[in-house]
């Protein structure tokens, strides 16, 4: 079964200040992977997704992520934080049962 | 492009009830989903609708039952509700493509806040 890891259920960071939220996935999966943000009483919002090509994946609001297949990680990356940014951000894995596997979530504050 | 919609966002009701959970899809979209989020178990998968059709379910008891329409809109149900019940359900819609594994976004709508008392 796949599974994705979280390890970090808070993250802070100055504003101005790069940010990672890390995240690791399952092998036994294929490596569709997903970040998604939610802020207070919404939904989720897609950023961006690793499907194949290269590690490096650019995103929405200036996220990117980057895959290493040998450390099965994929960690969400901003050069420099805004205070809007404060949200909780869900990795996720997809395959071919139609269905996504979820991280814990890290919720992220930025402060000013 | 409208986005997901859900109704109601609000819901409380008391156990032993059942309830009717509402979605319509991103126009185009006919693929459906459905999520439970709550703060113990996180986001945790329900079952998925294309044409009508279900076509994989999550590990979660029967008095949890969804249906699509023809327009792809989609509707989920829970019967006999349990305190446990309480949660944010999430529906979310996705434009797939010809041969793709589920490589396709998950577009959310902002949910239905369900409460059990």
């Known amino acids: 079964a796949q599974s994705v890891a979280q390890p970090e259920d808070q993250v802070n960071v100055a504003e101005g200040n790069p940010l990672t939220v890390k995240c690791t996935y399952s092998v036994s999966g294929n490596p569709y992977l997903f970040w998604y943000v939610q802020y207070p009483n919404r939904g989720l919002q897609f950023l961006l997704k690793?499907?194949?090509?290269?590690?490096l994946v650019k995103g929405s609001y200036g996220f990117e992520a980057e895959f290493n297949k040998s450390q099965t990680s994929f960690h969400l990356k901003k050069p420099s934080a805004l205070v809007s940014d404060s949200a909780l951000y869900f990795c996720a894995q997809g395959g071919s049962a139609r269905q996504l596997t979820f991280g814990s979530g890290t919720q992220l504050t930025v402060l000013p | 492009k409208a986005g997901v919609t859900q109704t109601p966002r609000y819901l409380i009701k008391t156990r032993g009830q059942q309830v009717t959970l509402s979605c319509s899809p991103i126009?185009?979209?006919?693929?459906v989903s459905w999520y439970q989020q709550t703060p113990g178990q996180g986001l945790q998968f329900l079952f998925e609708y294309f044409s009508e059709t279900q076509r994989n379910k999550g590990n979660f008891p029967g008095r949890f039952s969804g249906r699509q329409f023809s327009n792809s809109r989609s509707e989920m149900n829970v019967s006999t509700l349990e305190l446990g019940d309480s949660a944010l359900y999430l529906c979310?819609?996705?434009?797939?493509?010809?041969?793709?594994?589920?490589?396709?976004?998950?577009?959310f709508g902002n949910g239905t806040r369900l409460t059990v008392t």
């Open positions: 126009s185009g979209h006919r693929s």
């Open positions: 979310a819609s996705s434009l797939e493509r010809r041969g793709a594994h589920y490589n396709s976004p998950l577009h």
């Open positions: 690793y499907i194949t090509g290269d590690n």
